[in-house]
């Protein structure tokens, strides 16, 4: 382990472009040949790409499968054949990936899985992890 949060881009210049007064866009931070201290810490001219989080689909004992099929539709844009093969990944190992999304994505596909189930009195599960 090197200590740097994964995501952290090693190396890579940042293109330059204007920023407030005093801002380089972090070049003056930048470690030199074999130190990479600073790097994780240094100063971000842009915000970072927002990370990624999997919403999985859980098995259940009750849930029809018609039902999840129409979820997999509805709230992740899949067409019959990919819902279909889902629901049946799902149902057959536990767990699958609906789709990744932003955090704030993923939270409300989430919540609306699981809204959608309950209406139904479904016990439908859904939830997310970070890709
Ligand atoms: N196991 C359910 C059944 O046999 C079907 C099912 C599939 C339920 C996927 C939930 O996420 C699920 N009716």
Avoid: W
């Amino acid at each position: 382990m090197s200590g740097i949060p994964s995501g952290t881009r090693l190396g890579a210049p940042l293109p330059s472009r204007a920023g407030p007064p005093g801002d380089d866009g972090g070049r003056t931070n930048q470690a030199g040949p074999g130190a990479d201290v600073g790097l994780a810490t240094r100063t971000r001219a842009r915000p970072k790409k927002p990370s990624q989080f999997r919403v999985l689909m859980l098995n259940d004992d009750y849930t029809p499968m018609e039902f999840v099929v129409i979820v997999l539709k509805r709230f992740f844009q899949m067409d019959l054949e990919q819902a279909t093969r889902v629901m049946l990944h799902v149902h057959q190992k536990g767990v699958g990936v609906c789709g990744v999304f932003p955090y704030e994505i993923a939270e409300t596909k989430v919540n609306q899985v699981m809204d959608f189930a309950r209406k139904h009195q479904h016990p439908l599960q859904c939830t997310l992890e970070k890709a």
